[in-house]
């Protein structure tokens, strides 16, 4: 796991295979290729977030992509896009923008439901 101290300020992209808490400030991108996300209460996030799971207890402008779930917890400020299959929006939360679940649902299966293809009948005759 990393921690993104309450000093730092980072401006660019951060790409990561492990969880992150950010406590500090972080501006531009960030690519959660695995782990979770964690924006905690003293945190602030400006970014394009990509990732699996992600919550947020500071504040996010931006937009979040997430494979799975984004969290806003009661202290939790968002303004931006979320695009997630599942949200979990606590009492407290501040959200302002736009919710997103269907494009998720529709590029990914995360129910796994298998199409079926129709097949010609043959007719007798």
Do not use: C, W, Y
Not at 24 to 53: C, F, P, W, Y
């Amino acid at each position: 796991m990393t921690t993104i101290g309450p000093s730092l300020l980072i401006t660019g992209e951060v790409t990561s295979q492990e969880d992150i808490t950010v406590h500090g400030t972080v501006k531009g991108h960030i690519n959660m290729e695995g782990g979770a996300l964690r924006v905690a209460q003293q945190g602030h996030v400006d970014a394009e977030v990509r990732g699996s799971s992600v919550t947020i207890d500071g504040s996010l402008d931006g937009s979040v992509t997430a494979a799975t779930r984004v969290e806003l917890t009661p202290n939790a400020k968002v303004a931006g896009t979320l695009t997630t299959p599942a949200v979990v929006l606590h009492d407290g939360a501040t959200f302002n923008g736009l919710i997103d679940m269907e494009r998720q649902a529709k590029s990914k299966n995360p129910a796994g439901l298998k199409i079926a293809e129709s097949k010609p009948v043959a007719q007798a005759g």
